[in-house]
């Protein structure tokens, strides 16, 4: 019976040991031998804690004893534990124990399994590694992200005021009377203003407080109109007005005329043929709104649900996709709201952007209050 179980064991892959109950070594295989250096016949008679490292071992022999003591079964030992075995020549390493009693008519025995895990948590060990790599990697891929998308930004919001102070000089260039070019230079400097405003806002967002003016939305969407007069002219593009009430606010200009900057410049350019650009106000209670309409091709209703979201764009490669997630945040700071309607329909395709803000006679309320 010995020898079949000895031979037995020694097909199995790993260390094999039989102890009994008081953790005496009475049967082990070659494997067994092998992995911890041993002379077969050595280790037979010894205790099995002639494997453990001697800071374990006191509450080896005490975990065994309770092991054999209680009512024994097949198991992993000490799961959920790093687990460490010791050769003859005083080296360890770290090892993957499992337990399995065995009752026989001479008493309890325990055949242990014991496997070297070196390999694997070598392996293990890499893996950690080249994922905090990969962490830290992908962290930098992050702020690089972020740094193209904010100078994407940077580079779309810039664009309208230079593409706009640009067609002024060339105004100016081609004379007007004396009247229309100081208009013309004082919208030129108004650009500039808003190129550095955009700048500041971008860059350093809570920097500084930012002075609340009183405007009048009807003279900074004329504003702001002007400064595309050779793209309108150039698309064959209508504009009509339909201002109703004072539309007074107090509110930073330069915030308010980024926000019609963006959303014309969107207009002219879902009108490439041609059409009609409607600009118009009017007060409601405590707010003004302020609607944007033009008769081009229209939003896709697939479309729609994403308008407002970061680098989504429905311009293709011309397009950037932070036009009105930045126009949106804006209104927002300012205690706004912006929404859209949009038609594909032959019959009256167009897309209309309202936005509300509040009216001058609520911003001095609160500031009463």
């Excluded at 049967?27 to 280790?43: I, K, R, V």
């Excluded at 804690?49 to 001697?54: D, F, I």
């Excluded at 011309?318 to 949009?342: A, D, M, P, Q, Y």
Aim: hydrophobic letters at 40%; one cysteine or more; glycine letters at 8%.
């Amino acid at each position: 019976m010995v020898y079949e179980l000895r031979t037995l064991l020694d097909s199995a892959p790993d260390a094999m040991f039989v102890v009994d109950r008081d953790g005496v070594i009475v049967l082990l295989n070659a494997q067994a031998g092998s992995l911890f250096g041993y002379p077969h016949d050595e280790l037979l008679g010894k205790k099995i804690e002639q494997l453990v490292p001697e800071r374990f071992r006191g509450d080896h022999s005490r975990l065994r004893a309770g092991y054999c003591s209680s009512a024994p079964r097949v198991r992993a030992m000490g799961a959920g534990l790093e687990l460490f075995a010791l050769r003859k020549d005083g080296s360890e390493f770290p090892a993957e124990i499992s337990l399995s009693p065995i009752q026989t008519a001479e008493g309890l025995f325990v055949v242990s399994a014991i496997r070297d895990v070196s390999d694997r948590k070598q392996t293990e060990s890499e893996i950690r590694k080249l994922n905090r790599q990969l962490e830290t990697a992908l962290q930098r891929s992050e702020k690089l992200a972020a740094t193209g998308r904010l100078a994407m930004t940077i580079a779309h919001e810039i664009n309208n005021p230079l593409e706009a102070a640009g067609n002024l000089v060339f105004l100016l260039k081609h004379g007007r009377e004396d009247g229309e070019e100081k208009k013309l230079i004082h919208t030129l400097e108004q650009q500039l203003d808003q190129i550095k405003n955009i700048v500041r806002h971008t860059l350093a967002p809570h920097r500084q407080a930012v002075e609340l003016v009183e405007t009048s939305l009807g003279e900074l969407l004329d504003d702001v109109c002007l400064t595309f007069d050779v793209r309108l002219k150039k698309a064959g593009i209508h504009v009509s007005r339909a201002y109703s009430g004072d539309g007074l606010v107090k509110l930073p200009p330069s915030d308010l005329r980024q926000v019609f900057t963006n959303l014309i410049a969107n207009a002219i350019d879902a009108m490439p043929a041609g059409g009609d650009l409607k600009l118009a106000f009017s007060s409601q209670e405590q707010f003004v709104s302020v609607e944007i309409t033009d008769s081009g091709c229209g939003i896709a209703e697939d479309s729609r649900p994403h308008v407002f979201q970061q680098l989504f764009t429905t311009k293709g490669e011309k397009g950037t996709g932070v036009g009105l997630w930045v126009t949106r945040n804006i209104v927002e700071s300012l205690g706004g709201t912006i929404t859209f309607t949009s038609s594909t329909n032959i019959a009256d395709h167009g897309t209309s952007f309202v936005v509300r803000i509040p009216s001058l006679q609520k911003t001095i309320a609160g500031s009463a209050a």
